[in-house]
């Protein structure tokens, strides 16, 4: 059951199913973006783009396996065990980390959710921030 509530300027905890992933970030912003390409839109992806230094994979590296597609660019990282996508290497912001906001351990139901048409990737990607 979720008990905290998601504070701006502080670090998050989350992980993947299992437990056997686990990682913070740092919560610049309390908003997430929604976006319809064809893995968000499956997988239910919601996402938190953070600065390198704003992510830490706390424990579950060897547990990672990575999924790529089209442009082999974003690494997608879930887990080995439970399947759960807890973040991805971004073709947007590829030296950035794109944390599923669903995996945080906080209450994300008060995020603000900005949709981003990722079907039409190449004319929008620039509107990411
Ligand atoms: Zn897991």
Do not use: P
């Given at each position: 059951m979720t008990t905290t509530t998601l504070a701006l300027e502080s670090w998050a905890t989350g992980g993947c199913h299992c437990g056997k992933v686990r990682f913070k970030v740092w919560i610049e912003r309390l908003a997430v973006i929604e976006c319809n390409c064809s893995i968000c839109l499956k997988k239910g992806f919601i996402n938190i783009i953070a600065k390198p230094e704003h992510?830490?994979?706390?424990?579950?590296e060897e547990n990672l396996a990575t999924y790529q597609f089209n442009t082999m660019v974003a690494e997608h990282r879930f887990c080995?065990?439970?399947?759960?996508?807890?973040?991805t290497r971004p073709r947007s912001h590829p030296d950035a980390y794109d944390i599923n906001a669903r995996c945080l351990d906080a209450d994300i139901t008060t995020l603000n959710i900005t949709p981003f048409d990722g079907q039409n990737w190449e004319a929008n990607v620039e509107s990411i921030q």
């Open positions: 992510f830490e994979l706390t424990q579950g080995k065990t439970c399947g759960i996508h807890t973040h």
